[in-house]
Each structure stands twice: as structure tokens, then as C-alpha cells.
């Protein structure tokens, strides 16, 4: 019987563009081509891809979409819905952020509801992992109200529970999922609370405890991914899910419904009784080094400084908020929250700037370190599975729902979700974030930044260092820093982005002020 | 219907091999101790048509046979030039064209090659040779179709090249080269009689591509044509009148 499942996407999946072909002669047809050298890792990846989209999970949706110049549009019905034609390989983000998320050892939540193949992408991102597709099974721990940590850790030995006579004497039978590179959490969401502070542990320190025994959950200091799947992401399920355990989450991915188009794969896969975990090609498994290296190249992507810049400006939006608190570095919607505040109607409340184009206002948190982390490892991530040298504008779009929903929040009672077609925006989270990057880059844009950026040229002028700095340039310094502060003054208007350069404005004045009188006392 | 990117060559007038000269072909590989399964493999990866190869290599080497042709191994690799020429592979158009240039009156092979290339007779391989020095599309039914020879492109949707038809095209330098320009991106077309070659450029050509070196295809007077309607791009040569 031929093998359906194995059928690898000849390399190179991303073709280079070349010039005329090279002239070859009829006694080369004779001969075995030149032995391939292995495909880099990041070709393997994108095999690894292309096996599941093509043979594995049944998804024909290609919602991360790339394009050079605008991708052909179709307007499509009379509500606005617009179907897009990308220009150049697009992908599906229910499959290719998982992958990444196995590629950088990251923890993604799967969201969806029953039925749409979310465990089986998790346990097939095991089996690439190099388990088997048994034991990647066996490993998965199903979420449900009596779970208890006992249950999720194992159990200590009930010999040693007799005869100990303290703690440490105590040996543990710790369960063999909790080591293995892939660890899959079904329907955390039905977990206890008890059982979820456990899970916390695990996910965000890496090890876990028991009658005061410790475990690593990653031994051998390789690549760790983790997967979790839920049905709900609003705060339903059995138990609320922590908010510490949620935020671990680096990516939310929602699972694709089944597309009718492709019925007729679906009935000979029950005919053939076949499971695609079990299929997985050999030559799409990457050992424990080989995932050290991918990670590996992954993180040293650059990520050019135009990009970064870009980047900087979107999430100083979201910070700030006026009217938050008296003093100026306490105006945050931090301040609000952890004092019990809503953060939407202190929004609501700001008269001194213009909500319709505050990007700021239709949040009602900022960004933690780690979203940004998060986003950082993934856009590089993204950028290396598609063959670029570096991160571009385009990779941090792509990834950047995905990175930040659940993180970044909307305040619903902002009027951008409260009128015509923009209503939409409010239950799809993910088209919100990548319209909020759009309206950011543009505003970037608008406001002259690329050429034009005093804050910038100020901040790398100190990072040059102050040796030798004379107390006459010192006080130059200060005064360009003042006439910068003056310049937002003079605005009248204050917004999130100026909020992040005021302060970075006093930094500067502190460091100068602190340095001229250290220089004016040495003489 | 619709149409599909493909050279009209490859219609009416293309080799057609028997079961008998296929095995027959098979059978003269395995005499020359050459493996016909890795040449036709080498052919798809060199951008060919393995059936089109395969009938091609079959009907050449019959007609060797019985031209009383001698010294299979020679006339296997000969006759796979010609094939693999003939089955799409433009890297081969040189090499092919120097055999039979070289063999030109051995009597057996060049009945080989002009089984293998669809002709006939001996007559219509000379006037082919003739023209192909100045013109690199030109096979004997092309006034049939009005100069057309090949269609590239396609709508993505059904697997070919482009999301909307092209819009754009010049000649690039070097004969057969040209610049195509879909969806805000430019590709590279290669052509001749028997294959075409289609690649993504990584930016704008230079729009004056128009030197020494391009006017080879200008001097077959070899356009694009293209329609606003189609996501096909035609490549055309005007006929003589």
C-alpha cells in the first residue's frame, strides 16, 4: 500500500529568485544528482509545515498573509467582507504558531471549540518533538475538577511515607510528562485553582515541588514547549483561569473550523482508520540539538533598528492615562487598576485629548515586559521560518495579534466598538491588535518619525557616554532636554507616546544634572 | 474551457511512443548500462516533462533502430539530449543543438533526432535547424496557430503563477528573456520553441533591458501578449505574411 501520509514538500520550499538557467548536458540526465546536503533547519521547519497543512490537519485558511505591494481584493457581499489574494506565501496561523512556538520553546494557547483539531496539532507538535505518537498521548494531561496536583505530579512513595522520619526523606514517583520536551495541557480551563497555582510553577519557574522534593520539568536545559487548549478564552470553563497562568500564555491561537470543501479526505481518513500523528515522515523529527539549535537561530535574527522604532511607538500608547493619578509618573492605567478603579471610565473622563485618535483609549491595560519578550522571540521566529535575514515590519504585523490577545485589552466602552462595521472589531480581538499596529505604523509615519526623532538623538547621544563631556555641553544637553519637554507642553494635548518620551525626557535631565554637579564639584 | 499555462508545440505534432518502443527503449538503456528512470527523474527537476521525455527518447531511439543506427550507448545519450531538449528542459537547448549540428549527416541518428523532436522527415529537421539560428521559437506548425507559442502564467488559484494577470512585460537581456510584471511583482520568463521558465524577481528589472545582447529575441520579433481578462500571458512571434 503506498504511503499517502509520507510525502515531504520538495526543498526549497521558499524558492530564491534566479537568473537564466544554467546550461547542463544530456550525460548529467545519467547521473545521481549531487547528494542534497541536509536542508537547513528553518527548511525543515517549513517541510514540517507544509506535512501538516497538506497531509495532517485538514486547513485550507491562510490568515497570515504576506504581500509585496497591495495583495489583490475582492469586496465580497454588501456588510463590507472583503476576501484578500496574497502575493507571496501565506500561512495558516492555527498550524504555523504552534510550530513556532515548538521552534522557540514557547507555551500556546489553543482556542476553539470542541472538535477542531486543537489536541491533535498539540500532539503532532510532540511527535516532531521526537516521541512517539503513544507516548505523546499517554502524556497529555486531560483538564477536568477533580485534578489534583497528585494527579498532575505524581505520588510520593508509600513505603518512604512510613519510615521516613523528615521531608527530604521522602522519594517521589514524579510523572514522566512532566519531562518530556512537549507537554500538553487539554481544557486547562476545567483545571482547579489549587492545581493551576501547580501548573504555574511548572510553566513559569520550570520545575515543581512535592513534600519539598523538587523536579526540573527541563533537565537537560533543551528546548521546552508547552500547549494548552481551551474551549473558551472570556473567563468561562469550569474554573476562571488564573490571570498569572494566562499571561504565561506566549501566543493565542484559535483553531479553523472544518471547511465542507475538503468532506471527502475526512471519510477516507475513518475508512483507513488513520490518525496523521501517527504518520509523521522521520525526516520531519528534530532531535534535542537540533532544537537547541533552531532556537538558537532564531534568537539571532536582528532586528533592524527602523523596526524597533516602530515598534517603541506602538506600545508607548498604552500605558498612560490622564486623569490616572496626580503625580506625573502615576498616571497609568496601572494606577487605576491595582487600586481598584476602571480604567474606561477614567478614559471617559479625559478632556484633554482627543479619544477618537488615541490609540491609548481603546485599551484598557498597557504591555507587560513579557508580551513584549513574547513578541520580540516570535517576530524573529516568523522572520527565520520565511528565509529573511531580518525582522521585518511585516513579520512583527503577522505575529502580533496572536502575541498580544489576551494581553492587550480592549475598552469596550470606547466608541470605536460602539458604531457600524467597527462593532465587529469588538468580538474579533485578533483583526483589532493588527488593526491597532496598522494605525499605529501610519501614525508613525504621519508624525515624521523615521527622519525626525529629537528624543532618539538625545537618548543616543548619552548612550555614547559622558567621559570627557565638558559642564558647558553638559548644560547644552539640558537645555535641548527642557526644549523638548516645552515642546510637548506647548501642544496642549498629551497622549501615551509623549507620556513614554517625558519621562524618558527626565531620565536624560536627571543623568545630565547629576553628572554636571559631580563635574562642578571635581573642578 | 480554461486554459492552462502550456507550448502549443507540445499539440498536434508532438512524439508519440508505442508500449513496444518504449520497452524497446528501456531495453537499449539497460545495453548502455544508462538508467532511464534517473534521466526522466533529472528531466523534472531540470523543469521538464517526464512523459513527454519519455515518448520522445522512445520514438528517437526506434527510429535509430531502425535506420540501422549501431553503438546503443552513444545514440541513448544523444537522443536524451535531444528528448530532454524537447521535453521542456531549456538548459539543454544548447548541448542539443551542438549534437546535432555535430551529427548532422549521420543517417540513423538523424532520423533519431527527428522522430524524437515530432518531425516527419530529414527535409523538415534541416529547415528547423535553419531557423533555429534566428529564431528560437520557430517549429514547422507555428503559422498553424498564428505565431503563438507558448502560454505562461495561470491563475494561482488553480496551482499556476499569478493572482491577477500580468500587465507589464520588456525584453530582458540574453535571447528568450523576458520581464513580467503581475500583482505588483516582476518575473523572469525564459523561453524557446520547446519549454518556457517562469521565476520570481526579487525587484524591478531595469526598464532599458533593450542592449546588444536582448535584441537576439527582438530579432525574432518575439512579443508578449497580454489580457487584461486572462491570467495567461501569451508569447508570440509575427509570421510572415
Keep these: 500500500m503506498s504511503d499517502r501520509w509520507h510525502k515531504v514538500s520538495a526543498s526549497p520550499t521558499a524558492p530564491e529568485a534566479s537568473g537564466p538557467p544554467a546550461p547542463m548536458v544530456a550525460e548529467e540526465l545519467f547521473r545521481e544528482a549531487e547528494p542534497a546536503a541536509p536542508p537547513n533547519l528553518d527548511e525543515r521547519l517549513r517541510q514540517a509545515y507544509y506535512w501538516i497543512v497538506n497531509r495532517a490537519v485538514i486547513s485550507p485558511y491562510y490568515d497570515l498573509e504576506f504581500s509585496s505591494g497591495a495583495p489583490l481584493a475582492f469586496a465580497l457581499g454588501d456588510a463590507g467582507a472583503e476576501l484578500t489574494l496574497p502575493s507571496e506565501a501565506s500561512f495558516s496561523s492555527n498550524v504555523l504558531l504552534p510550530l513556532l512556538t515548538l521552534a522557540v520553546g514557547g507555551k500556546c494557547l489553543l482556542i476553539g471549540g470542541p472538535g477542531r483539531g486543537k489536541t491533535t496539532v498539540a500532539v503532532i507538535m510532540g511527535v516532531l518533538a521526537g516521541s512517539s505518537a503513544d507516548e505523546v498521548r499517554r502524556g497529555v494531561q486531560q483538564g477536568q475538577p477533580q485534578l489534583s496536583i497528585s494527579d498532575l505530579v505524581g505520588i510520593p512513595l508509600p513505603r518512604d511515607l512510613v519510615n521516613a522520619s523528615r521531608l527530604s526523606e521522602i522519594g517521589i514517583a514524579w510523572r514522566d510528562w512532566l519531562t518530556r520536551p512537549v507537554k500538553i495541557v487539554d481544557e486547562y480551563n476545567r483545571i482547579p485553582t489549587k492545581t493551576q497555582s501547580a501548573l504555574l510553577t511548572m510553566v513559569a519557574e520550570g520545575y515543581v515541588e512535592s513534600h519539598d522534593q523538587m523536579h526540573r520539568t527541563n533537565p537537560d536545559g533543551g528546548v521546552e514547549s508547552w500547549f494548552f487548549t481551551a474551549n473558551d478564552d472570556s473567563g468561562g470553563g469550569t474554573f476562571p483561569v488564573i490571570q498569572a497562568l494566562r499571561d504565561r500564555m506566549d501566543v493565542t491561537v484559535p483553531a479553523a473550523g472544518f471547511n465542507s470543501r475538503f468532506f471527502d479526505e475526512l471519510v477516507a481518513r475513518i475508512e483507513a482508520g488513520e490518525k496523521p500523528e501517527e504518520h509523521v515522515p522521520v525526516e520531519l523529527v528534530f532531535t534535542r540539538d537540533e532544537q537547541r539549535r533552531m532556537r538558537d537561530e532564531i534568537r539571532a535574527v536582528p532586528m533592524p533598528h527602523g523596526v524597533r522604532r516602530r515598534l517603541e511607538f506602538f506600545f508607548s500608547h498604552f500605558e498612560f492615562v490622564q486623569h490616572g493619578g496626580r503625580r506625573f509618573e502615576y498616571r497609568t492605567k496601572d494606577t487605576v487598576t491595582t487600586s481598584g478603579g476602571r480604567v474606561g471610565e477614567v478614559i471617559d473622563a479625559n478632556s484633554g485629548a482627543d479619544l477618537e485618535v488615541d490609540l491609548g483609549a481603546q485599551t484598557i491595560n498597557g504591555l507587560s515586559v513579557r508580551s513584549l519578550q513574547t513578541l520580540i522571540v516570535y517576530a524573529k521566529a516568523i522572520a527565520w521560518f520565511r528565509g529573511r535575514d531580518e525582522v521585518g515590519l511585516e513579520d512583527v504585523a503577522a505575529v502580533l495579534p496572536f502575541a498580544l490577545r489576551g494581553k492587550l485589552l480592549p475598552n469596550l466602552q470606547h466608541t470605536r466598538f460602539d458604531h457600524g462595521a467597527e462593532r465587529e472589531l469588538a468580538t474579533d480581538v485578533l483583526s483589532w491588535l493588527g488593526d491597532l499596529f496598522a494605525v499605529s505604523c501610519r501614525e508613525f509615519d504621519a508624525l515624521g518619525l523615521t527622519a525626525n526623532d529629537p528624543v532618539g538623538q538625545l537618548l543616543a547621544e548619552l548612550a555614547d557616554g559622558l567621559d570627557g563631556l565638558s559642564a558647558v555641553d553638559a548644560s547644552r544637553r539640558i537645555t535641548a532636554v527642557e526644549t523638548q519637554i516645552r515642546r510637548v507642553a506647548s501642544a496642549g494635548k498629551l497622549y501615551g507616546r509623549d507620556f513614554d518620551d517625558l519621562t524618558a525626557l527626565k531620565y536624560l535631565h536627571q543623568r545630565y544634572t547629576a553628572y554636571l554637579r559631580w563635574a562642578e564639584r571635581a573642578g | ?241
Design chain 2, 1 to 241: 474551457m480554461i486554459r492552462r499555462p502550456g507550448r502549443l508545440a507540445n499539440g498536434v505534432g508532438a512524439p508519440v511512443a508505442t508500449d513496444a518502443a518504449r520497452a524497446h527503449a528501456v531495453a537499449l538503456g539497460q545495453q548502455a548500462g544508462l538508467d532511464l528512470g534517473l534521466a526522466r527523474a533529472n528531466v523534472v527537476r531540470a523543469g521538464g516533462d517526464a512523459d513527454l521525455f519519455g515518448a520522445a527518447l522512445a520514438v528517437g531511439l526506434d527510429a535509430w533502430s531502425d535506420a540501422g543506427g549501431t553503438g546503443a550507448a552513444g545514440a541513448v545519450v544523444e537522443l536524451a539530449a535531444i528528448a530532454g531538449w524537447r521535453a521542456g528542459v531549456l538548459a539543454l537547448r544548447g548541448d542539443a543543438l551542438a549534437r546535432i549540428g555535430e551529427r548532422r549527416f549521420d543517417a540513423s541518428l538523424r532520423s533519431g533526432v527527428a522522430a524524437a523532436l515530432g518531425f516527419e522527415t530529414g527535409a523538415v529537421l534541416d529547415e528547423f535547424l535553419d531557423r533555429q539560428l534566428t529564431d528560437r521559437y520557430w517549429w514547422p506548425g507555428r503559422h498553424r496557430v498564428r505565431g503563438y507559442v507558448a502560454a505562461v502564467g495561470g491563475f494561482a488559484g488553480f496551482g499556476d503563477a499569478w493572482i491577477a494577470p500580468a500587465d507589464e512585460w520588456r525584453a530582458l537581456p540574453g535571447a528568450g528573456a523576458f520581464a513580467l510584471h503581475s500583482a505588483e511583482e516582476w518575473w523572469r520568463l525564459d523561453a524557446d520553441v520547446w519549454g518556457t521558465r517562469l521565476v520570481r524577481l526579487p525587484a524591478e528589472p531595469a526598464p532599458d533591458g533593450g542592449d546588444a545582447a536582448s535584441a537576439a529575441s527582438d530579432a525574432a520579433g518575439a512579443s508578449i501578449v497580454l489580457r487584461g481578462d486572462s491570467h495567461l500571458a501569451w508569447l508570440h512571434v509575427r509570421e510572415p505574411a
